[in-house]
């Protein structure tokens, strides 16, 4: 079995010579996930926030990240350190790629405690789709529906809100998120036809 990697440059998933669409592109592609009416000088900034967040919060999960009140974005870190105390969340996988051997799309989960709960970090609000993309994140793993889906929104005063989706709920979501692929796959197989 080939091995996934991941292009960090490109944004870009490949097992062997095979590329893989990522859960976010197909969302972004099909227009569930749509910033277009966000302005660059608005958006560029938030992301480029979010990939320090993610990153940071992934170096507190380890106990290697040193920072203090000073920085500017300590109010975040505040922020999920309060969260996980308060769900008493320890993850066992941090910033974990995978991807569906089945329907060949792959994607990074956040946070993930074995059998149990996937998270989604979000440095704004957490956006409807998001309950599309973790079960598309949790089918990644066997009994995908027993997860309990998180995702906690960050906020710079060290306050938090979350929202969970309910394993019951899996199966629509996920057939949502194939729907969604489903779209992808047409799109791409044709956008020659459209040039």
């Given amino acids: ?22 859960v976010t592109q197909v969302l972004e592609n099909v227009g569930i996930i749509d910033y277009s009416h966000i302005p660059w000088w608005i958006r560029e900034p938030a992301l480029k926030r979010g990939a320090w967040i993610h990153h940071a919060t992934a170096l507190d999960d380890q106990g290697e990240l040193v920072i203090g009140p000073e920085h500017p974005y300590y109010g975040f870190i505040v922020a999920w350190r309060n969260w996980r105390t308060f769900f008493r969340f320890t993850p066992d996988f941090i910033e974990e790629r995978g991807y569906h051997p089945q329907f060949r799309f792959a994607g990074t989960s956040d946070r993930r405690r074995s059998g149990e709960t996937l998270v989604d970090l979000k440095t704004n ?7 599309i993309q973790t079960a598309a994140y949790a089918s990644f793993h066997p009994e995908p529906a027993k997860y309990k889906r998180v995702a906690v929104e960050l906020h710079p005063d060290g306050s938090y809100n979350f929202q969970v989706f309910k394993p019951a709920n899996w199966h629509y979501d996920f057939q949502t998120f194939l729907a969604a692929l489903r779209v992808y796959r047409e799109k791409e197989t044709h956008r020659e036809e459209y040039r």
């Avoid at 079995?1 to 990522?22: A, K």
């Avoid at 609000?125 to 998001?130: L, M």
């Fill in 1 to 22: 079995m080939p091995e996934l990697c991941f292009n960090v440059g490109i944004h870009e998933y490949r097992l062997g010579s095979e590329i893989l669409p990522s």
């Fill in 125 to 131: 609000d957490a956006p409807w789709w998001t309950r």
